[in-house]
């Protein structure tokens, strides 16, 4: 018996729905590598500077790729890395973006497919503008480069562009400097979008944190610039390797000093830092001193191994399932240490061989 035509259109609708639907938690990326035949190119995610990868593929002649991945709820950077370069591009929600780069010049890429992509596009095209030919640190400080940026960033304070401009580094230097005073207005502006526009997003507590522990108390900041409670420490409770719960909060609370480290046994920067970290334990354990260490290894098995070694607080915390708590810190690098004397974060310590000076300012 032949179905009529009407039924044929309600079926032909109906799955077109469903298949819409199936895919509507998705994300996807695509476009071409021009130069990079036979090499792997990887998707990564990433926690303001610390990547781990979500997908690969090997490049073709024709230097065609697409990924596919489930969505954050909330919008998010990521990049494609091949042979030693990295492209940037956003994620707002379930769009498709495109990239076309060059792995012979690396600075020529076009995003299209959002207007965030459009805009991250500008941005780094602007910034690359000004360095040509500068060092990091005339790049960080050219007045024009900074007007112009800030316009864009201004432009939606509250995006995932605005985010990704505050924490940008050249050579190693953030483009943005909480402790400049023209530069934290900035960051306080934008602290103050997200707050008002997006307080659930992850990268409202880190925003409003940097500014409020960077505003200078002499009021050379508005006061009205961002409206929102001083927080001294953002809060982690992980367990240790014994399966105990601990509280960053209440370790602080317990101790004069706590030294929070984010680091990965794993690497090969380990062994050193921790021969760092135990100069200052063991100087100042006694007088009131605990470190809180957070390691961010592939599995737990290897962690363990470590961490039953070390005489203070280990907790585990896999970037690959969890990366709020870089997020929150923004942990550009590892290893960072972070010093928090009477309960309040006052030092951030990227150089390990200079975290005895920054800790004896406490005793």
């Avoid at 996807?28 to 781990?52: D, H, P």
């Avoid at 934008?190 to 940097?210: E, G, H, I, S």
């Amino acid at each position: 018996m032949m179905m009529n035509l009407s039924k044929i259109l309600i079926l032909a609708v109906s799955a077109a729905t469903l298949l819409s639907c199936s895919h509507s938690d998705e994300w996807r990326v695509k476009g071409k590598i021009e130069g990079a035949e036979g090499k792997t190119l990887v998707l990564e995610a990433g926690s303001n500077g610390v990547w781990y990868a979500l997908d690969s593929l090997t490049l073709k002649k024709s230097g065609d790729f697409s990924f596919t991945e489930k969505a954050f709820p909330y919008p998010d950077i990521y990049r494609l890395t091949v042979d030693g370069s990295s492209f940037y591009f956003p994620i707002d929600s379930v769009e498709t973006v495109e990239v076309i780069a060059d792995i012979n010049n690396p600075t020529a890429v076009t995003l299209s497919g959002s207007t965030s992509a459009e805009k991250l596009m500008a941005a780094d095209k602007l910034i690359n503008k000004y360095a040509t030919g500068a060092a990091p640190a005339e790049i960080v400080k050219n007045k024009e480069l900074k007007r112009e940026l800030g316009n864009m960033l201004l432009e939606e304070p509250n995006g995932i562009v605005a985010y990704y401009i505050l924490n940008k580094k050249i050579g190693g230097q953030p483009l943005y400097d909480p402790t400049d005073k023209l530069d934290i207005r900035v960051i306080g502006a934008v602290a103050n979008a997200y707050d008002n526009y997006m307080p659930d997003d992850p990268r409202t507590k880190f925003l409003k944190t940097l500014f409020l522990s960077n505003k200078k108390r002499d009021n050379a900041v508005p006061k009205d610039t961002l409206v929102a409670t001083e927080v001294p420490i953002i809060e982690l409770s992980l367990y240790d390797n014994t399966g105990k719960e601990k509280s960053l909060t209440e370790t602080a609370q317990q101790n004069k000093v706590v030294l929070l480290s984010f680091t990965q046994y794993s690497a090969d920067f380990s062994p050193a830092y921790n021969v760092e970290l135990n100069k200052v334990y063991e100087k100042y354990h006694q007088a009131g001193l605990e470190i809180y260490q957070i390691s961010y290894d592939p599995d737990d098995y290897q962690w363990r191994q470590s961490a039953k070694n070390l005489p203070w607080i280990t907790v585990f915390n896999p970037t690959a399932t969890n990366r709020q708590s870089l997020i929150d810190y923004n942990v550009g690098k590892i290893p960072t240490t972070f010093v928090i004397a009477n309960g309040e974060l006052v030092d951030r310590v990227e150089d390990p061989t200079k975290l005895s000076g920054s800790v004896a300012k406490y005793f």
